[in-house]
């Protein structure tokens, strides 16, 4: 038996390993990837009413993406939760928190999708840069663009590509982002574009890359392009 003292000092240094990551309490039944149940329950829809084309709840009539794509959605609110959870897990991941990368994509593969997901002919999503791809050894949004097609049964293309020099989102200003070039998303080459489309991406922000992203394919030749993101920033 050891001493007293040297227990609850081995029971404070087991407790202190298994504090959550995203909130700091103990991380309790239900944890995840490092993450306590309460962190997870963040993955939080957005609002009911909301535009069935741009995903924010606006008058009618006012539409940011009114001509951009014809259907637009994503599974979960970017800030949702106390710690938001889309704004920590996206930035972990992208830094290599291949836990938190798995945790997610279970969820995506668990959770509903919009039913005219279903409709749609084949799936492609925003590319990353391949310097990018490179670096970080993975591109989440063709994971998940793939995961979404093996569950509806339509086939997953990567499509499109972004010059190098297009460089990071979110390094830049809002304005600057607005300015992305549009020749900085080109159709892939011998990338067959055609029929209705479904554009998918981690998150969505302003809707600059979806709609450089949108309008080559739409000049690639797609009837129809429609959006599903994970994320989105209210
Ligand atoms: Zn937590
Ligand atoms: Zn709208």
Known sequence: MLPKVLQSRL????????????????VGQGAEAGLCARCWSGLLPLPEGRCPRCALV??????PEATAWELGDALWDYHGGRPPLGALLLPG???GEAGWRGALLGRIAQGP???WVEEVDQV???????????LRGFDLSAEVGSLVAGRIGRPFQP????????????ARTESQRRRLPRKAITLRPGAASDGRVL??????????????????LREGGAQEVRVLTVFRAL
């Open 11 to 26: 029971v404070q240094a087991r407790g202190s390993l298994l504090l959550c990551r995203g909130c700091l309490g103990p």
């Open 58 to 63: 606006h008058a009618e009539g006012d539409c």
């Open 93 to 95: 991941i992208k830094q």
């Open 113 to 115: 999708l919009p039913g």
């Open 124 to 134: 492609t999503s925003a590319p990353s840069t391949l310097y990018r791809h490179l």
């Open 159 to 170: 499509m499109l590509s972004k010059s190098w020099h297009s460089g990071r989102q979110a």
């Open 199 to 216: 554009l998918v991406d981690d998150v969505w922000t302003t809707g600059t890359t979806l709609l450089r992203c949108a309008q080559a």
